[in-house]
């Protein structure tokens, strides 16, 4: 089955530390995202790729960090910089056919600063 | 400044009767909604959609209406289920946009048996 996997599903960072969280798609979507959600502010963008080897940054950039070596993959790093990292990320991707089907979303990692 | 929103953070509903999911946006250059629906620790899952150039969608127990002229759209859900408690995100896309969808902050529906 195709679909968005997400590891892991639970994260604990301490302070200081980088922590990268991983996103890999079997559709063969163009185009990748990651989105963060804080309690009652919905999802935010933090950086989104449309090709491989190219990204651009969402809202919420700083602190963040991504890659897109392969079609699909398109891992996240917390790094330091994030200063208030706690909260629940999620992946998602599209295709370049249409609009109706919008994103197909991973399951989520919770991220915890410890 | 929030482009899509959702103003009511919580909605309780008795099974069987309507459910009503309200949305406003502020961006003219919207052209496209959409409606996910998101249980706890997972990942949202796309529910129905519209275009801007229609004003009514309909897919079973889901319809969306559009009001363009006053920047509101909203999901109903008749009749509601128990199972259909979850958070409900409306998301907007612009025109010509890669499908950067925008979200509103959105509502948690409790559906009371």
């Known amino acids: 089955d195709g679909g968005i996997t997400q590891s892991p599903k639970y994260l604990f960072r301490k302070e200081g530390q980088n922590v990268t969280l991983s996103c890999e798609q079997n559709l063969n979507h163009d185009a990748m995202y990651w989105y963060r959600q804080d309690p009652g502010q919905g999802l935010r963008l933090i950086y989104y790729s449309q090709i491989v080897n190219d990204f651009q940054k969402g809202d919420i950039a700083e602190g963040y960090s991504v890659s897109r070596e392969k079609k699909e993959s398109f891992p996240l790093t917390v790094t330091s910089a994030q200063k208030n990292p706690t909260a629940f990320y999620l992946c998602a991707s599209s295709s370049g056919q249409g609009r109706s089907q919008g994103y197909t979303f991973g399951s989520g990692t919770r991220l915890t600063v410890v | 400044d929030q482009q899509v929103k959702q103003n009511s953070p919580s909605l309780s509903v008795q099974e069987g009767r309507i459910s009503i999911l309200n949305c406003d946006y502020t961006?003219?250059?919207?052209?496209?909604f959409l409606w996910y629906k998101k249980y706890p620790a997972e990942g949202p899952t796309f529910l129905i959609s519209i275009s801007s150039i229609k004003d009514k969608n309909e897919d079973g127990r889901f319809t969306v209406f559009l009001n363009k002229s006053a920047k509101h759209l909203s999901l109903h859900i008749v009749p509601s289920q128990p199972g259909d408690s979850a958070v409900y995100f409306c998301a907007a896309l612009r025109s010509g946009s890669a499908r950067q969808l925008t979200f509103g902050s959105g509502t948690q529906l409790t559906v009371l048996p």
């Open positions: 961006n003219s250059m919207f052209d496209y």
